[in-house]
């Protein structure tokens, strides 16, 4: 068996195991040099926030466990085909790999598909079905936000 199909078995397993206490079929496996780091299921149904997908919760739960929001050299093994959020998440903690064992076209005809959701993201802003809008707001008298950012990240190190 290849590490893909374990660690995807492991993703299946707690997909499963979330369905029986009433969760969505989602799982999530990170694992940095062949070793698991965290594990987590989409949590939306007891904890009510939109963003508690299996993915999400697993890189907070390796990011905590690692002590760092970097997570270069990871890979993250899903049961489902993780959605732009999860996916730009992951990006962003710098996960190397993504695996995953149902497409969106598997979860289509059951309602968890996220293929109309990148659909819309590939648009530009003003075809998108969300309003999006940039305001460039400067609070006269303060500071650039970014510029505060940066002097303070200075006087920390």
């Known amino acids: 068996m290849t590490d893909e199909n374990r660690f995807l078995g492991e993703a299946i397993a707690l997909a499963r195991a979330n369905i029986a206490k009433g969760g969505r079929p989602f799982g999530a496996v990170l694992v940095q040099d062949g070793k698991v780091i965290a594990t987590a299921v989409n949590e939306i149904h007891t904890s009510n926030a939109p963003t508690s997908h299996a993915e999400m919760n697993v ?65 530009p802003f003003a075809d998108q079905s969300m309003a999006i809008r940039y305001v460039p707001v400067r609070p006269e008298g303060e500071m650039d936000l970014y510029a505060e950012w940066t002097e303070a990240r200075n006087r920390q190190e």
Request: proline share 5%; net charge positive; charged share 20%.
């Open 59 to 123: 890189i907070r739960a390796a990011s905590r466990k690692r002590g760092t929001s970097d997570l270069k050299g990871s890979a993250v093994y899903a049961s489902g085909h993780p959605c732009p959020m999860c996916m730009a998440a992951m990006r962003l903690a710098g996960v190397d790999k993504v695996f995953y064992a149902y497409s969106n076209d598997d979860g289509a005809p059951f309602g968890l598909s996220t293929a109309a959701i990148y659909e819309d993201l590939a648009k």
